[in-house]
T-cell receptor, first 114, second 111 residues
Framework: KAGVTQTPRYLIKTRGQQVTLSCSPI?????VSWYQQTPGQGLQFLFE???????NKGNFPGRFSGRQFSNSRSEMNVSTLELGDSALYLC?????????????FGSGTRLTVV | TQLLEQSPQFLSIQEGENLTVYCNSS?????LQWYRQEPGEGPVLLVT?????EVKKLKRLTFQFGDARKDSSLHITAAQPGDTGLYLC???????????FGGGTRVLVKP
């Protein structure tokens, strides 16, 4: 079956702009989580959605937001981009909404802010 | 300070040698996972351990979860160049759903 699909793979934006990233989970998976990966901070949790509801949020400013649609696809948005937002953004999907099992990651979106 | 500390940060060995990566925390986790990540790709799940003292083997890879469920190790026997990559441990706390990642160990296996 198809894996987790993230689009676009690469993105270059200018400071102050906003960006929307997309994640299509594995068919049947209802939970989607987003992570930011940088060389300095490693992988950090952004938020998790399950059945269109945000259930968990990491320690990121309000410029980072997300949503999930009825087909479980998810988007995350970053407004007023800063240079420090340059990172690999990863989403992970899983079937169950509880416990720590079954995460499958996408290949990520590499965002560069100039 | 990382909740999960991985050591070493970088490991360079010759093909055929053994290596061990450690993942330590002062917190208890209900489960712990190990991932390998290649450049430009997302992490790929290798194993999930859930029981204190549990040992799991995946071909040449052996994973162990500490008795107190605060630490874990990954041992690779007779490493091959294909084992090169970034190894990440990630824990989930009881009743939690988010993964807390360690800082990663970059492994380079030279032919």
């Amino acid at each position: 079956k198809a894996g987790v699909t993230q689009t676009p793979r690469y993105l270059i934006k200018t400071r102050g702009q906003q960006v929307t990233l997309s994640c299509s989970p594995i068919s049947g998976h209802r939970s989607v989580s987003w992570y930011q990966q940088t060389p300095g901070q490693g992988l950090q949790f952004l938020f998790e959605y399950f059945s269109e509801t945000q259930r968990n949020k990491g320690n990121f400013p309000g410029r980072f937001s997300g949503r999930q649609f009825s087909n479980s696809r998810s988007e995350m948005n970053v407004s007023t981009l800063e240079l420090g937002d340059s990172a690999l953004y990863l989403c992970a999907s899983r079937f169950s909404g509880t416990g720590g099992y079954g995460y499958t990651f996408g290949s990520g979106t590499r965002l560069t802010v100039v | 300070t990382q909740l999960l500390e991985q050591s070493p940060q970088f490991l360079s060995i010759q093909e055929g040698e053994n290596l061990t990566v450690y993942c330590n925390s002062s917190s208890v986790f209900s489960s712990l996972q190990w991932y390998r990540q290649e450049p430009g790709e997302g992490p790929v799940l290798l194993v999930t351990v859930v029981t204190g003292g549990e040992v799991k083997k995946l071909k040449r890879l052996t994973f162990q979860f500490g008795d107190a469920r605060k630490d874990s190790s990954l041992h690779i026997t007779a490493a091959q160049p294909g084992d090169t990559g970034l190894y990440l441990c990630a824990g989930v706390k009881a009743a939690g759903n988010k993964l807390t990642f360690g800082g990663g160990t970059r492994v380079l296996v030279k032919p």
